[in-house]
């Protein structure tokens, strides 16, 4: 996405006009324009000169975002930096982009016109209406003071002569804006009030004195001063209202470190931020902030993380731990190696984030569109209308018709239309940084409210994503210890977290008793193999080794694995008593024979239960999806409150749950995996929890930094509170145009109400300011606090969500892959069991043909249990394929009964 900063924009016509240009640029696939940046953000292959020349070509101004401060900073370290990009650059250049330079301006401005008005309104209204003194001169002289009053007014026009320049320059390129109503009113009640000062002149020559002062009472000098005056003051209000809708963002990057303290050649070096370089060795006191993302090499500290993730309470970290720039070492001495550097780095990510979701519009933000490009013209059109009714049909002196059509102008408001949007997405984003919460685009900060359906992967979302040994089970004959060590060697070469729980309970069960219980690390392990979904062999000892699930290792073992096996039963039974617990049980097999269970389980996070129970009291439907087996789904389920749980997914098919979900109503996904990419991008919102995977977050929509499952009912509330902020805004942008623009026209006059031009400014220019005003209130909101939820809330799609008799969505669903997964697991049984066949080498003597090969073959593969034979005369050799344990002399017999002698078998 390229940005552009674009200047001359005044109020939500220009804006639209702006993006109706840029749209029609070849190559350029969509654009955004943000009137509360003054930004202009392009997608497309478009060059930056097109889209540039596009801009100026509307009446507008525009180059890249921030390119003269980035300029500036680079050129100071460009020579020794080479191919780094400068992240204080960048910086540098979107705080600069953002900071408030109308202010001042309009200030000067403001306060410059408020003492010519004061005077002219003493000579206007303070001598006409209360009688207040003027100098000798004027007594009498009503030329004088007509004069008086044009200069002064002019004044204040040339003050604010940038009304007139870009409300007449938008009107010569057929895309009249706010500043052309503006402009149009003051100037006509200019020109007129000229008009009737010159007819004056007139009449005093020719001794008229009545004419002479019915001309006076025509004077509308003050309003074309005071209407500019009073805009001004609204355009600073709203101006300094704009800017704190940025604070937040420029909060974010006042906490970039500028300077890091790496270990150059052994001794210790301040360079600047930019400078850094991934592998770098950096040393943080306490403190000090943490300059870049990095690894803890050496030391222990408490770590401030709220900059990034809001939350308060310091994080241990200790050697192996990442820390994470901008964040604040408060206690011990820490040395960590540089792991992502620049525009890489958790701050500048986040930044990027927040900033890219203030250069996108939401898709509300298209009825103010609409309705802001036609807004213009058409009030210029009403304003003719009202001056011909009141001047042709009614017959009304011209200089009340005039003043009807003065009022309908300045009344009017587009900018309010405008900025109802943006603002409200601005400070919504900011809200949500400052609370870890990331929404990447302004459309997920408004649609995330509207989910019906929220999905939470388990592992990692609902549960720790970190399982521990709660059970050790031996068979008869075996220690637990024994067990122990001997899952623990086979685990040993396996990266899955399972595998990771039974090391860490081994490992700290011998640490406590290393006398009696052997260390798992003596044992040999080779020929290791990972059966993907089922389990793990290998040779532990030179004796063969198994371990995992239910239907795996029941091909292991030397029972029957069918019902009536007793050995098969007894397995079952305990796997089913641990699932449903909510335990996963690992069973393991040695030589054949069952060995015992270990039983891990993953812990839930203090927080699911809590977060199932907002989520369910906003009106959302909450569905937990693992690949775990139903029993043990179930229970996890019952204890985090959800919904409805689908089990046995596996990660390919989490992505089929939500498209079937997404046909029930729109649906968020919440995950942290790779796994949980496709579905995180298929679902209408995905959530991804910061600590997850790169992967995960990149397919994200939403961000959770804080990776605490509470962030998932803040980000929907936080969402519903801005559309509704939103929603307000516009309400009261429109109602006051409504309203406010009949009542200026004259629809009151015929109870002796009129609007005054001046107090059609004065409105004209709070209107704005009220908007935005509106959407700071945001700031006030507790994003936590459950007190205001509602199941209530009227989502997009307009329908209840279809439950079955059981408040259930995909019942069927559940049941087909029940029924899928008992014959998936029927087929791997059978798979394995043909992987699983056992083999013997017979050594035969007197062969002399192939049909002595015949002889044995088919002697040998009567015998019960061989399921093959491959029998070769010139070597010598039988090899027999077995799916039972078969005793050698069970095979021997078979071979010598046809008159062959059998010297060896292995």
């Known amino acids: 996405m390229d940005q552009y900063t674009v200047t001359g924009m005044s109020c939500a016509a220009c804006q639209a006009r702006v993006e109706k240009a840029v749209s029609k640029v070849e190559g350029v696939s969509s654009c955004n324009v943000s009137l509360l940046t003054n930004t202009l953000a392009v997608e497309g292959t478009a060059s930056p000169e097109a889209v540039m020349q ?358 009017s408001c587009p900018c309010a239309l405008g900025l109802a949007t943006p603002v409200a997405i601005m400070v919504g984003n900011g809200m949500g940084a400052k609370n870890g919460i990331l929404y990447k685009t302004a459309e997920a900060l408004q649609e995330t409210g509207n989910v019906q359906i929220v999905a939470l992967d388990k592992t990692g979302t609902i549960t720790k994503g970190e399982p521990v040994v709660t059970d050790i089970l031996p068979a008869d004959k075996v220690s637990a210890e024994e067990l122990l060590t001997w899952a623990a060697a086979l685990e040993s070469r396996s990266e899955h977290p399972l595998a990771r729980a039974v090391l860490d309970h081994a490992a700290a069960v011998s640490a406590g008793s290393a006398e009696v219980f052997p260390d798992y690390r003596a044992l040999s392990v080779s020929d290791f193999e990972a059966v993907p979904g089922n389990g793990l062999t290998a040779v532990c000892e030179g004796r063969k080794m198994a371990g995992g699930n239910l239907a795996f290792i029941l091909t292991r073992v030397d029972q029957p694995a069918d019902a009536d096996g007793v050995m098969g039963t007894q397995i079952r039974g305990t796997a089913d008593r641990l699932a449903e617990e909510g335990k996963n049980p690992l069973f393991f097999a040695r030589d054949g024979q069952y060995m015992g269970t270990i039983a891990v389980a993953d812990t839930m996070k203090e927080d699911s239960a809590q977060a199932v129970a907002e989520l369910r009291g906003m009106g959302i439907h909450v569905v937990m999806l693992t690949g775990d087996n139903r029993r043990t789904a179930e229970a996890i389920g019952r204890q985090a409150g959800v919904d409805e749980v689908v089990a046995g997914v596996l990660p390919q098919g989490k992505e089929e749950v939500i498209r079937l979900l997404q046909e029930k109503g729109r649906t968020a996904m919440v995950g942290d995996g790779i796994n949980d990419a496709p579905a995180l991008t298929r679902a209408d919102i995905g959530i991804a929890i910061g600590a997850g995977t790169d992967v995960a977050i990149d397919a994200a929509d939403v961000v959770l930094m804080k990776s605490r499952l509470t962030d998932v009912s803040a980000a929907v509330r936080l969402s519903r509170q801005t559309y509704k902020t939103i929603l307000w805004g516009l309400f009261w942008a429109l109602i006051y145009n409504s309203i406010l623009i009949p009542i200026a026209a004259g629809l009151l006059v015929p109870l002796g109400i009129t609007m005054d031009p001046m107090f059609g400014a004065l409105a004209m220019s709070l209107s704005s300011f009220c908007v935005v005003t509106n959407a700071l209130r945001l700031n006030l909101m507790q994003v936590h606090s459950a007190a205001k939820d509602t199941k209530n809330w009227k989502n997009s799609s307009g329908h209840p969500l279809p439950l079955d008799a059981d408040g259930k969505l995909l019942a069927d669903y559940t049941r087909r892959q029940e029924e899928r997964n008992k014959e998936e697991q029927q087929k791997a049984l059978e798979a394995l069991r043909k992987e699983n066949l056992m083999t013997k080498t017979m050594e035969i003597k007197g062969m002399m043909c192939t049909h002595c090969e015949a002889t044995v073959k088919k002697a040998l593969e009567a015998v019960a249990g061989v399921t093959a034979a491959d029998v070769s005369h010139e070597k010598g050799t039988a090899v027999v394929s077995m799916d039972a344990e078969i005793a050698d002399d069970v095979l021997k017999k078979a071979v010598e009964d046809k008159d062959y002698e059998v010297l060896g078998i292995a």
Request: aromatic share 6%.
């Open 54 to 411: 596009a801009v100026e070509n509307a009446g507008y101004g525009a180059a890249p975002k921030g390119a003269g401060s980035a300029a500036g900073a680079g050129s100071a370290g460009a020579g020794s930096r080479g191919a780094l990009g400068s992240l204080s650059a960048k910086l540098a250049a979107e705080e600069d982009a953002l900071k408030d330079r109308e202010t001042p301006v309009l200030k000067k401005r403001l306060l410059t016109s408020l003492g010519f008005l004061i005077v002219l309104m003493y000579f206007s209204m303070g001598h006409m209406m209360l009688g207040l003194p003027l100098p000798a001169f004027f007594t009498g002289n009503h030329v004088a003071m007509g004069l008086i009053q044009l200069l002064l007014a002019a004044i204040v026009m040339v003050i604010n002569q940038k009304f007139f320049v870009s409300g007449f320059k938008s009107l010569l390129h057929g895309a009249p804006n706010m500043d052309t109503l503006i402009a149009m009113g003051s100037g006509a009640a200019f020109i007129y009030s000229t008009v009737m000062l010159f007819a004056m002149t007139r009449a005093q020559t020719d001794g008229n004195m009545a004419a002479v002062s019915q001309y006076m009472m025509e004077f509308y000098f003050e309003s074309a001063a005071m209407i500019l005056t009073l805009i001004t003051v609204g355009k600073m209000l709203e101006a300094r209202s704009k800017g704190r809708t940025t604070d937040a963002l420029k909060s974010l990057m006042r906490l970039a470190p500028r300077t890091a303290t790496v270990i150059r050649d052994g001794q210790e070096q301040e360079i600047g931020i930019d400078y850094v370089r991934t592998g770098d060795i950096f040393v943080v006191r306490p403190g000090e902030n943490i300059p870049v993302d990095g690894i803890v090499l050496e030391g222990s500290s408490a770590v401030n993380e709220a900059a990034l993730t809001g939350e308060s309470i310091p994080v241990d970290k200790k050697e192996g731990d990442e820390v994470s720039s901008a964040t604040l070492n408060q206690s011990g001495y820490l040395r960590c190696e540089a792991t992502r550097v620049g525009e890489d780095s958790t701050l500048a990510q986040i930044i990027q984030m927040v900033s890219d979701a203030a250069a996108t519009k939401a898709p509300i933000a298209r009825l103010a569109d609409t309705i802001s490009g036609v807004f213009v013209p058409a009030v210029i059109g009403i304003a003719l209308v009202v001056i011909f009714f009141w001047l042709v049909i009614m017959h009304r002196p011209a200089g009340f018709a005039l003043a009807r059509g003065i009022s309908v102008l300045v009344v």
